[in-house]
């Protein structure tokens, strides 16, 4: 079997992922695991598919004429996942949104070989006051190197810079 990662945007609508599984069934694929999401009339997707060797060329081709329907299906070849040298962590944000939020954590991350897992944003009123207020949730994958005492310090102390209040644990 061939792995493919696949990355769907379209306008919202009803049927959109119906068409897409589909597609992938037409053609032998198997829908192995995918993160969806619609946001502000748009949605997006991401998915792995596996397809048996001698359905790969007629499931890109299936995959390239859903742009007909108005989706977008940007492909990928999936590759073996390298080994799991890191340990899994948790971490929440809360805040007063302000501009800069996501770039001044993800730049901490990067510095310190913190790879993102996954990510997932917002911004509501708060409350009692309505003012705006950013909230985070991410999986962190941190290098086994790296003692989590170290990036909790660190994100405490960007934290304070931010004013904004952080929740660290471990995903295990």
Known sequence: MDHLVLTVI???QPGLVERVAKCIAAHGGNWLESRMSRMAGQFAGILRVAVPAEGYDEL???LQELSEHG???LLAESGIEPACNWKPI???LVGNDRPGIVRDITQLLAEHGVNLESL???VL???MSSEPLFHA???LAVPLTLPLETLQQKLEELADDLMVELNFHSGE
């Open 10 to 12: 379209a306008q919202d």
């Open 60 to 62: 890109v081709e299936g």
């Open 125 to 127: 009123p708060a409350p």
């Open 120 to 122: 997932t944003t917002e």
């Open 137 to 139: 949730e991410a999986l």
């Open 71 to 73: 989706i977008r299906v």
């Open 90 to 92: 948790h971490l929440d």
